[in-house]
């Protein structure tokens, strides 16, 4: 409602001795000045500008003889101010404009500035005016005065000795006879015949408050007792005046009263407020509800506030300020929901925890429109070092400004059918709805179009329209602030009224005359061009809009008539363009319902309007018709009662009951908020049906409308909407209301189920009350959302010097903003239908937003709460809800995770409880198995390793490695062998060792690799036998770098979690799954090799090559090789081609696997150093002699390759005829270029063949990677499958020179020999593209037949060895070689790779980033 905002001001009073410091402020009633009174002086301030005007000072001599000032009152029109002294005496001054036309303060304005000084009114706006204070008659009553108040044009005057005077405001008595209060009857109620009188003869009044719309007082007696004082009849005498009075409370303070809701607010000494209200029909005293503050809330400043020192509500009714004789400020809702408190967090504590002193306060009076609150402090009597530092510092006296801004729907109600929060400062508007950029969302954009179609059909048919995007509700935390027009201000402060429009683009604001309006999109104000148009009109019952046009209620001064006008946006401001209605009484309220207006008018009328677009001609304009009235004189005591008034679509009958379906979608009922009161009044349906579709629509319309019917009490807002959706309707249908201290309330229609007819004895709707912990501005209808706002504080007491007397305001206040706040509502709804039995109801109602984003959060905010209330109860619950939640919960799929998310967020004393009504955690992870919900599992499994022995634990976590290695869930798996080692060492009594994460390191991840470093390059004679005493490091990574294991922990539980990382293994090479067994080796940080090396003649043989082949095709997205047309003339005989080929692949030293050797006459040595040559160069080299090699390759490779990796097609010949002429196109520009070279298409056709031919990139690399780990592990039926794969006979030859040593198994070369003829055959009948290869590499083929029938008894196997070079003898070869890799793809090159295809392939993270996890092999070039 209210919120602070910023630092208070101050200001400075004149200089005087400390006696002359004020110590009292009343402000008149219009608030546009403030009396201020000290001990002998009495002076005017203005409030904007903030100055002070004239100042009356007493003389000594009269000053002894009145005695110092107390109180002062102010005449109803601000002529006269009524003083009360020490010894007894009123004294009346007259105020009186001084000097003609003359003004204290004028507003000086630069030459030529836009101002006009001919504006009416001009004067009066801009300046503060010059008054005259002179004291006109003086009034002895000849006791101490307890309290002034003024009644009209009388001043009611209590004083000590018992007696109540009524005054004239000349000073005269008239006559009248003063009321002795011991003659005035009290009672419990207004019934009773005749009250007891107050017993006791020295009973006084010590504080009264006249209430207009209960015309009476509110009164406190000096003993503490309260009460209510009333005429009986029009005559004030001591005959007619009867006094009601609770029996309960007994130490009253003060009093104030709220004409708006009938309140009286009295003050106690325990530091409560009771807030009481007349019973209309008894007359007695009823508690409406209590201001306190609580001990959970304020432990250590409860019950030590002292008695409650003064109570004052807002101009505007809707806000309450309390204050303490100890110090402090609170705010609070009319209903008693707490805003603000300035006894806790920054306001009571520096940042460096010791306890600042609470503000006290002598005085306070409210400012124009509530925007401040002016405060006269009093440091009370504990002088601490800081406090009379800063009495010494402020040598002047001073008052306080705190500075508010508050919501709009305290002054223009018809807003609470919005979707956006609006508040309303001083001089500027804070919107929810973010930029007007972001608004133009497709929900807004749509309803856009259908508001300018202008079509017959209803814009609200769907239900999306008209409302803006979640998100944008939402947003950020911040405002979107808007500055209001300085010079719309200038002349007409302060702000009134503020509406926004449905889309949240459009905002107008009404001040003291006039309006204007401003667009979120072109970031403008629009005003009045004719100032006299605008100071001619006061807007008196809000505004509203609807589509396009702003709707006001106002009256127009110079026709002295009260009018209805509609201007549209789009037009010049101007009335002109508005269209006028004239309305017969002042209009109070006014609010839109689709195309409808309702009015509450002065004489307790309503009237209905239909609105409507009418084109005419060029302009565009609004019709108003009068559709219905309706009286409501006899319901209504007094019409400023009347808080809000609005036409809803909510009706007791449900739509489903309605002869006609449309009108579920009418306006049904009127909402009335009286005085806190909220009546419906609905159609009266009972009489005869109009049927026919008639051609008027008027006639439905006219239904008269039922007598009224209390729907709630201590109502303070009430949202609608009249948007229909057929999914949401509970939500849509429903009615909100904001009831302060009660927290909200929901009036939910209930929908039998399949539209099967009703129970005759269910109600239709049903009242549900829920707390809250912020203060609602805006429903979210659809989105199960309440949005607030709150105040936050920021201290800023660092800036604290002791010489500055400026700086220390700053540190006594933190500095307050306001900052959005949204919450979840829906459990509470939920939880409130099941605790009714209307679980079916319930079910509907969360079926229907189960598409939310926070829907699980929902359940789990329910489960959460109902298990904290009910687990950790003192007396045992005779009904308890936590199993119909849990039943109710199962209902949706995300059941698993909502009960594991609770029971991990809620303290293990409670888990008994929980799972004794959602079943045994067993269970529910064998459920998450079944459902394949892994991470649900996980979380099953910690609470199960709490509630089970480990033996139990460890039989689940095996089961959900093993699944996660099956589904390639790699970050489950570390964490599963981190899990399992942690249990191992836990039986062993000794505490689960918690991973610890290894600072980074370079050398964190090249630890494995430098142990087994390895290079293609190297031929079989190089390779040292040391490679295979491998360090056992398999790794339990937990970020980038994990500790590795403890080399010598050989326990059981080491070799448990092998034997299953082994079988997985197993089944992946059984399955030639040799993609998914890179992934795995690499994420796991499975030694791969040692593990290769002794399943080399068992699991890691190929037994069938051909179906090796095909599926490593299918997994690396390989295409099969294809033979072009024109392979006849084939020119691999030419010796062209190879310069070419050479020349083409060495200016791309990226991509080696481009080069093709052919030749197969080069000596071996020569052929790996050929091979090296292109590992060797970098990226950026590139060969002088083709420099434009590059760019030729992208210009025609691209498409070819593209269409290769991307699209996984298996290439074809027809798919390169059909590309052919493309091919020449491009190469006739090469031509140019390369003048050296002369090709034919034929030798064009091979070349793009070959590389038409390869797959992608990253493939490339990994088939690489894997070809290097298999050669070290030896097994060379896999490197042959993968080199036939790659085509690249070098690769073949380098195995076929390791089988030639004796020391190669055997059978693994008979294995080899007869694969390799299989695949001859299949290549010969199913796929012809390998036979040029497989003729390429046909004399290693015989050598290898020769070899194998040589070969009659196989040795034991070695590891590959050959002559050691003495350059490999030395200790460091290793490590200088480590660097070295099977690709000579740069690091970079890799790893960009693995970035730009993170979106293809269907594989995780973990598996695309394969060959660069820690602890894997690493491949690539340092």
Request: some cysteine; proline content about 5%.
């Amino acid at each position: 409602m209210y919120f602070l905002s910023g630092w208070p001001k101050r200001l400075l009073c004149p200089l005087g001795s400390p006696a002359e410091a004020p110590f009292h402020v009343q402000s008149d009633p219009q608030r546009a000045f403030f009396a201020v009174l000290a001990p002998a002086r009495l002076s005017i301030w203005y409030s904007r500008p903030s100055v002070l005007i004239v100042t009356y000072k007493e003389s000594t001599k009269s000053s002894t003889q009145f005695g110092s000032y107390k109180q002062t009152e102010w005449r109803p029109d601000s002529t006269m101010i009524a003083v009360s002294t020490a010894h007894g005496y009123i004294l009346f001054f007259h105020i009186t404009s001084a000097r003609g036309d003359k003004y204290l303060y004028e507003p000086v304005y630069p030459k030529g500035s836009p101002q006009m000084k001919g504006t009416p009114h001009f004067k009066e706006e801009q300046c503060a005016p010059a008054l005259n204070l002179e004291m006109k008659k003086i009034l002895d009553l000849q006791a101490p005065i307890m309290s002034l108040q003024s009644v009209s044009e009388d001043l009611l005057v209590a004083t000590s000795d018992g007696l109540l005077h009524l005054i004239h405001w000349e000073g005269m008595t008239n006559g009248r006879k003063a009321i002795n209060l011991c003659t005035v009857p009290f009672s419990v109620d207004l019934q009773s015949s005749r009250g007891s009188f107050l017993g006791f003869a020295d009973v006084y009044i010590r504080d009264m408050e006249y209430c207009a719309t209960l015309d009476g007082f509110a009164v406190v007696f000096n003993d503490g007792k309260v009460g209510f004082i009333t005429p009986v009849s029009s005559r004030f005498t001591a005959e007619q005046l009867h006094g009601v009075w609770p029996q309960d409370v007994v130490d009253g303070t003060c009093v104030a009263v709220n004409n708006k809701y009938r309140l009286m607010a009295f003050g106690c000494a325990s530091g409560s407020v009771q807030v009481y209200t007349i019973d209309n029909t008894t007359g007695a005293m009823l508690l409406s509800h209590k201001l306190e503050l609580t001990a959970k809330q304020y432990p250590d400043i409860w019950n030590k506030t002292g008695a409650v020192k003064l109570v004052r509500w807002s101009p505007d009714n809707s806000v309450v300020i309390v204050t303490w004789e100890y110090g402090g400020l609170s705010l609070w809702s009319v209903f008693g929901a707490q805003l603000i408190c300035t006894l806790g967090g920054d306001f009571a504590y520096r940042s460096d925890g010791t306890k600042k002193d609470p503000l006290k306060i002598n005085s306070m009076s409210w400012g124009a429109e509530g925007y401040h609150l002016w405060v006269i402090s009093g440091f009370g009597s504990q002088h601490n070092e800081i406090e009379s530092d800063f009495r010494s510092i402020i040598k002047q006296p001073s008052i306080l400004l705190f500075q508010f801004i508050k919501s709009v729907l305290t002054v223009n109600p018809c807003m609470s059918n919005q979707e956006q929060v609006l508040l309303q400062g001083e001089d500027r508007l804070y919107l929810n709805c973010g930029e007007a950029s972001q608004t133009q969302n497709p929900r807004s954009s749509s309803a856009h179009s259908q508001h300018k179609l202008g079509q017959d059909r209803s814009p609200f048919a769907d239900g999306g329209l008209e409302s803006q995007s979640l998100s944008t509700l939402l947003g950020h935390r911040h405002w979107h602030v808007v500055q209001i027009s300085s010079t719309y201000l200038e002349s007409n402060w302060p702000i009134r009224f503020s509406a926004i429009d449905k889309l949240g683009q459009n905002i107008a604001v009404v001040g003291k005359f006039g309006f204007a309006h401003y667009s979120l999109l072109t970031k403008k104000w629009k005003l009045f061009g004719n100032i006299t148009q605008e100071q001619n009109m006061i807007v008196t019952g809000g505004l509203a809009w609807w589509n396009d046009f702003m709707v006001l209620a106002c009256y127009n001064m110079s026709d002295h008539q009260e009018e209805l006008r509609v201007y549209l946006r789009t037009s010049n401001l101007d009335n002109a363009f508005a269209h006028v209605t004239k309305t017969q009484a002042e209009t109070l309220l006014l609010s839109v319902f689709r195309d409808m207006i309702i009015v509450f008018r002065a004489d307790c009328s309503i009237c209905l309007y239909s609105i409507e677009r009418k084109s005419d001609g060029p302009n565009t304009t609004a019709g108003i018709q009068v559709l219905q009235e309706v009286s409501m004189s006899r319901y209504i005591p007094h019409p400023f009662l009347v808080v809000s008034v609005t036409l809803t679509s909510v009706s007791t009958e449900n739509g489903i009951t309605l002869k006609m379906p449309q009108q579920a979608r009418d306006a049904e009922s009127i909402m009335l908020n009286l005085a806190g009161q909220l009546i419906m009044m609905q159609r009266d349906r009972s009489g005869p049906q109009i049927r026919e579709k008639d051609s008027n629509p008027n006639q439905r319309k006219l239904l008269p409308f039922c007598p009224p019917v209390v729907l709630a009490q201590s109502v303070e807002n009430v949202w609608t909407t009249c948007r229909a959706n057929k999914q949401k309707r509970h939500l849509l249908e429903a009615l909100w209301l904001s009831c302060g201290g009660a927290g909200m309330k929901v009036w939910l229609p209930l929908f039998p189920r399949d539209h099967r007819k009703p129970h005759s004895f269910l109600s239709q709707r049903i009242m549900l009350p829920f707390h809250i912990n912020i203060y609602p501005l805006a429903v979210l209808f659809e989105d199960a959302l309440v949005l607030g706002a709150v105040n936050d504080t920021l201290p800023y007491d660092s800036l604290y010097t002791r010489n500055s007397a400026r700086e220390q305001l700053e540190v006594h206040f933190p500095f307050c903003v306001v900052e959005r706040t949204s919450q979840i509502y829906l459990h509470h709804i939920l939880r409130q239908l099941l605790v009714r039995n209307l679980g079916e109801q319930a079910l509907l109602l969360a079926q229907s937003c189960a598409a939310l984003p926070y829907f699980p959060h929902v359940l789990e905010l329910m489960l959460h709460e109902v298990l904290e209330e009910e687990a950790t109860s003192r007396e045992p619950i005779p009904d308890p809800l936590l199993p119909t939640v849990a039943k109710f919960i199962t209902e949706f799929p995300l059941f698993l995770q909502t009960v594991v998310h609770c029971a991990r967020k809620t303290e293990y004393a409670l888990w008994n409880y929980l799972f004794a009504a959602v079943g045994n955690p067993k269970d529910l992870f064998e459920e998450c198995l079944m459902a394949q919900d892994l991470d649900t599992a996980a979380s099953y499994l910690i609470i199960l390793q709490n509630m089970e022995v480990p033996a139990v634990s460890r039989q689940h976590a095996t089961l959900l490695f093993n699944t996660a290695l099956e589904q390639g869930k790699w970050d489950l798996c570390r964490h599963m062998i981190r899990f399992l080692k942690a249990i191992g060492s836990g039986e062993s009594e000794t505490p689960p060792s918690t991973p610890t994460a290894q600072e980074p390191s370079s050398s964190g991840g090249f630890e494995f690799f430098r142990n087994r470093s390895i290079s293609l390059s190297q031929s079989a004679e190089n390779v040292p036998p040391s490679k295979f005493s491998l360090q056992k490091t398999l790794s339990m990574p937990s970020g980038p770098s994990g500790k590795r294991w403890s080399k010598d922990s050989d326990c059981a539980e080491n070799m448990y979690i092998d034997m299953m990382l082994w079988r997985h293994a197993r089944r992946l090479l059984e399955d030639v799954r040799l993609k998914d067994l890179g992934c795995f080796a690499a994420q796991l940080g499975f030694e791969l090799i040692s593990w290769l090396c002794k399943e080399r003649t068992r699991a890691a043989r190929v037994d069938n090559f051909v179906v090796a082949l095909k599926r490593l095709h299918k997994d690396f997205l390989w295409p099969f090789p294809i033979i072009p047309a024109s392979s006849i003339s084939s020119p691999f005989k030419n010796g062209k081609y190879r310069t070419v080929g050479e020349q083409l692949l060495k200016s791309q030293s990226a991509e080696p696997f481009l080069n093709l050797e052919i030749d197969t006459g080069i000596p071996n040595i020569q052929r790996s150093q050929s091979w090296l040559g292109n590992i060797g160069p970098t990226h950026h080299e590139v060969d002088t002699a083709s420099s434009q090699g590059p760019q030729m390759q992208d210009a025609f490779l691209s498409p070819l390759s593209n269409k290769a990796g991307d699209e996984c097609s298996i290439g074809s010949a027809t798919d390169l005829t059909e590309s052919s002429s493309m091919v020449d196109g491009d190469w006739t520009m090469v031509d140019e270029n390369f003048s050296t070279l002369s090709l034919t298409q034929s030798e064009l056709e091979h070349i793009s063949m070959e590389l038409a031919s390869k797959g992608p990139h990253k493939s490339q690399v990994q088939l690489r990677y894997l070809l290097h780990i298999f050669m070290e592990a030896g097994c060379l039926d896999w490197c042959i499958v993968i080199g036939l794969i790659l085509r690249e006979s070098s690769i073949i030859n380098q195995i076929l020179v390791i089988t030639q040593s004796s020391e190669v198994d055997g059978e693994m070369l008979q294995n080899i020999k007869t694969g390799l003829h299989a695949v001859d055959r299949w290549a010969s009948t199913d796929c012809p593209g390998y036979k040029p290869f497989l003729n390429v590499i046909k004399p290693q083929l015989q050598k290898l037949s020769e070899i194998t029938e040589e070969q009659a008894q196989p040795d034991a196997f070695q590891p590959v060895t050959a002559a050691k070079t003495p350059e490999q003898t030395s200790p460091r070869a290793e490590e200088s070689r480590s660097s070295s890799s099977h690709g000579s793809i740069p690091q970079g090159e890799i790893l960009g790779t693995s970035v730009v295809s993170r979106k293809e392939e269907d594989m995780t993270r973990a598996q695309e980033e394969e060959p660069f996890q820690d602890g894997t092999y690493d491949c690539s070039v340092s």
